[in-house]
């Protein structure tokens, strides 16, 4: 019984902490899906191999050009950008 309600409860755990990965991730791609695409195709961007330094110097250069990118919604668009490598 408290084998049976371990496994349940440890399911339970990464279940949730697995769905708040990818609402974060959706939240960012779409994002980034908005941002992005006004002047380029979405497909540079996902073809892109950079790391983290990299996509974050990208991301402001993009920002100064006028990517509609606010301070609050930096964090989840650099943390989308840096799943596209994994």
């Not at 697995?18 to 380029?40: E, M, P, R, T, Y």
Request: hydrophobic content about 45%; proline content about 1%.
């Amino acid at each position: 019984m408290m084998r049976t309600l371990t496994v349940l409860i440890s399911g339970i755990f990464f279940c949730v902490l697995f769905s708040g990965a990818v609402f974060a991730q959706l939240a960012g791609k779409a994002i980034v899906d908005n941002a992005c695409s006004k002047c380029h195709g979405i497909k540079k961007v996902e073809s892109a191999s950079k790391n983290a330094a990299e996509w974050e110097a990208t991301l402001d250069r993009m920002i100064k050009k006028g990517a509609n990118v606010t301070p609050e919604k930096r964090d989840a668009v650099l943390k989308y950008l840096n799943t596209l490598n994994k």
